[in-house]
Each structure stands twice: as structure tokens, then as C-alpha cells.
């Protein structure tokens, strides 16, 4: 049996359509690359959950680590500090990297110490960690004692790793919307003031969050907005039969142009949805040999298990909305139209559109539904609303486990194309 190369929830083994980000990136890093100086401003991508924001990130960073630079990453976590992550992290590609003669470890490490001790690292040099308790304010000293602590690390590192022919570093920072206002304030500050000397700065950092990302960097530094923001798209319709017939293809296993079709409708350019029914496609075909074919009946037999897959994480989702956001939900969901006014919301209701700013907006920061047009919504993820429209109709909103179980029966007598003749891919003949 052939291995399953489809990846719900990881990096894809073939990452589509997204040239034009590449471009971008590759472009921003040349910059580095070349001439030796910082990116620019901090570069981020916004998109929904499950839109492709890590895998482009991790794209990215291999393309980069392939062209010189070194490269850290980072992920941030509600109400914790990333920057302790990211220093030690930093400290930690420069002695993977191998880049240091062995006579200027042990200072490198030393000075990595004394980094990281502003951001509360453990270290074997104990300098000025107490200090900071002395202060009027210590906060106001802490953040001036980690901006220019984090300059240092940055600058350094990057002079360290230029000055022995790379190119430089770049440092990933993901759920960039989760940072703390404390350290993305660090982060911001940090980068402004190493960009009044770009030239000594070899650089860059990338980030990736929803799309509420640009407001909580704004809230903590007013020259936050001035980041590069990019919105990442759903996948055009060649790019997502890309995402489903490369994979296979490598394995030598090929999709009918009807197979193809029907999975790109179900998942309207969505790359998390397009991996789970390709992986659950495969699951239920198991090809073994080389010139297999998948064709429209393994995507029916597969849609139980992609079912599964999906009404648990949209099961999450509504069991973690509060009851106001279940109610605009339920709203959009009945609607049954793509998108919906926020009038029209406000209208069955029976509330005015201001006393539902807050709980919208919530769910826009949650990467649950998005803005699309003027003073309309829509969710961000093709059959969640199905979802929501079964599980209002068994009442579960403490009951969600039920709803999605007759989801799942529904869905497949409903809203799948039968297998017609025409259906029946001619590729295989
Ligand atoms: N360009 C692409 N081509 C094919 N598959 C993709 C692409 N981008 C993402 N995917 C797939 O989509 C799914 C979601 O991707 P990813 O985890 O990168 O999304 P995300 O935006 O980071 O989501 P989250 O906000 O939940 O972290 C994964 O299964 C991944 O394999
Ligand atoms: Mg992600």
C-alpha cells in the first residue's frame, strides 16, 4: 500500500498557488540577501484558521535556510510571553547552524546568557536580574532593558552570521494575534530602532496571525500599523486541483478531472478542507500500485471519515462561542446565502447593529467569520454554516456531538452530486 501524502492540519507535502507570496517573501529577503540590510518592516500574513498561513511560513523558511540564512521560529501562545521563546531560539539555530569556530563559543554563549536574562532565562551568568526590582517602574525599565537586550541579539546575530558568509537571519514569528501587548511592543520597538541602521542589520522578521493580528499590534505600538500586511486568499480553482492531484501524482496515482471537481467544490478553494477529503479520499481507495486512479465513488466512501474530521473541530468551535455569538451564527447560518448584512443580523434579532459590534467583531478575532464587502459577513470556512443549521435544529447547543452526527448523515444524501455517468471520469477508460 502506497503511504497516505496528504496532510490535514501539517505543512503539505506540495504547497499551491502560492507564487505570489513567494515572490513577496523571496523579495523581502533579497533585499538581505544582497546587500546586507534589513527586510523592512515586519512582513505578516492574515488569513482564517486553517487558510495556510504555516505552511507558507514553513515554506518560507525552508526556501530561505536553502538560500544561507539562518532561521528561528517561534509561535505564540495567549497570556504567555513569546520572547523568551524567541531568544533562546535564536541562540539555538547559530549553534545548529555549526557557524562558530569552536574558540568563540563559549563567549557567544555567555553573551546569549546575558541576553536572556532580560527576559527571564535561567542563565549561568547572573547579571542584572534583581535590578530591575529597584526601580520606580520597573515595567518601564524591564521593556527598556529588553528593547535594547533584543537589539543586541538581533543585530549580533546577524553580524555573527554575515561575517561568515550567510546571509543572514530571519526569525518566524506565528499566531502572531496571541502575542502579548508587553512583548509585541518589545518586537515593534526593537525593529524601529534597528531600522534607523538597516545597513548593519541583516534581518528580517515574518510573521502570520488571524485577522485580528493588526489591531493587537497597533494596541501596542502606534507604528505597529505601519507592518506590511498581506491577506491571505483562499486557493484559486487550478491551485486547489494542484493541491489534490500533485501529491497523488508523485506516488503515481491520478485523480479524474470528476473526482477533482467535486472535491474543489466542496472545499471552495479551502486548503484545510481540500486536505482533509483528499486524505480521507485516499483513506477509504487505498491505492497499492502505481497507475491507480481515484474517481469519484472513493470520494463518496471517503466523505463519512472527512465528515468525522470536520464535525469535531466545527463541534469545538460552536461549543466555545458564547451565546450571543451562537445567536449571530445561527442568524448567518439560516440565511443560507454566502454572504449576510450585518442589518439583516441585526434585524432578526430583533437588536440594533451597534449592540452586536462586540460579539461580531469576536468572532472576525477568532478567524470564524470575516468581513466581505460592505457591512457584510461570512464565515470563513465553507460547511460550518451546514453545520450550525443541524445542530440549531436538534437544539445541541449542548448537544453538539448529536448535531454533527446527523450532519454527517445528512451531507452525504444531500448535498453531494450523485455518481452520474457522466460523473464516471472518462480518465480511467
Ligand atoms: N497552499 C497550499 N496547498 C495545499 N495545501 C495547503 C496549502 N496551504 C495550506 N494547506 C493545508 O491546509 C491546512 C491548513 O494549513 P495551515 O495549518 O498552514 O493553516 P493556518 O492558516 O496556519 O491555520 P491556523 O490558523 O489554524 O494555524 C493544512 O492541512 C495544510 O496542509
Ligand atoms: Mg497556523
Not at 7 to 26: F, H, M, S
Not at 331 to 351: D, F, K, S, W, Y
Amino acid at each position: 500500500m502506497l503511504p497516505n501524502p496528504y496532510a490535514p492540519g501539517e505543512p503539505p507535502r506540495v504547497l499551491a498557488g502560492r507564487e505570489l507570496q513567494q515572490d513577496r517573501i523571496r523579495g523581502y529577503l533579497g533585499r538581505i540577501g544582497t546587500y546586507g540590510e534589513m527586510g523592512g518592516p515586519l512582513l505578516v500574513f492574515l488569513g482564517p484558521r486553517g487558510v495556510g498561513k504555516t505552511s507558507l511560513l514553513r515554506d518560507a523558511q525552508r526556501d530561505a535556510e536553502a538560500h544561507g540564512f539562518i532561521t528561528a521560529w517561534v509561535a505564540c501562545r495567549r497570556n504567555a510571553p513569546f520572547l523568551p521563546d524567541l531568544v533562546s531560539r535564536v541562540g539555538k539555530a547559530i549553534e545548529t547552524a555549526d557557524f562558530l569556530p569552536r574558540s568563540d563559543r563559549g563567549s557567544w554563549r555567555l553573551r546569549l546568557d546575558s541576553i536572556g536574562v532580560e527576559f527571564g532565562l535561567s542563565s549561568v551568568v547572573k547579571v542584572s536580574a534583581t535590578a530591575a526590582a529597584d526601580r520606580s517602574d520597573p515595567r518601564a525599565h524591564q521593556r527598556g532593558a529588553q528593547i535594547s537586550a533584543l537589539e543586541d541579539l538581533l543585530h549580533e546575530t546577524g553580524a555573527q552570521i554575515r561575517s561568515r558568509g550567510g546571509a543572514g537571519l530571519v526569525v518566524f514569528v506565528d499566531e502572531l494575534h496571541a502575542a502579548t501587548r508587553d512583548d509585541s511592543a518589545v518586537l515593534l520597538n526593537t525593529m524601529q530602532n534597528l531600522a534607523g541602521r538597516r545597513e548593519d542589520n541583516p534581518f528580517a522578521v515574518i510573521g502570520a496571525g488571524l485577522p485580528s493580528t493588526p489591531g493587537v499590534l497597533v494596541n501596542a505600538a502606534t507604528f505597529g500599523e505601519r507592518s506590511t500586511f498581506l491577506t491571505l486568499p483562499r486557493l484559486e480553482p487550478a491551485a486547489a486541483a494542484a493541491a489534490v492531484a500533485e501529491p497523488a501524482a508523485e506516488l503515481g496515482v491520478t485523480w479524474t478531472t470528476a473526482a477533482l471537481q467535486v472535491v474543489a467544490a466542496e472545499a471552495q478553494g479551502f486548503p484545510y478542507l481540500l486536505q482533509v477529503l483528499a486524505h480521507a479520499t485516499w483513506e477509504a481507495a487505498r491505492p497499492s500500485a502505481l497507475g491507480d486512479v481515484l474517481d469519484i465513488d472513493q470520494v463518496h466512501a471517503g466523505l463519512p471519515l472527512a465528515d468525522d474530521q470536520l464535525t469535531s473541530m466545527y463541534a469545538a468551535r460552536w461549543a466555545a462561542a458564547t451565546e450571543l455569538e451562537r445567536q449571530i451564527m445561527a442568524v448567518m447560518a439560516q440565511a443560507g446565502t454566502p454572504t449576510v448584512t450585518r442589518a439583516e443580523i441585526a434585524a432578526q434579532l430583533g437588536r440594533p447593529t451597534q449592540a452586536l459590534g462586540v460579539p461580531r467583531e469576536r468572532l472576525i478575532d477568532k478567524g470564524i467569520i470575516e468581513p466581505a464587502g460592505r457591512g457584510e459577513v461570512r464565515f470563513t470556512m465553507p460547511g460550518f454554516d451546514r453545520y450550525i443549521r443541524e445542530a440549531v435544529a436538534v437544539g445541541a447547543s449542548s448537544e453538539p456531538e448529536q448535531a454533527s452526527r446527523r450532519l454527517g448523515a445528512g451531507r452525504r444524501r444531500r448535498e453531494l452530486p450523485p455518481a452520474s455517468d457522466t460523473d464516471r471520469g472518462s480518465p480511467r477508460r
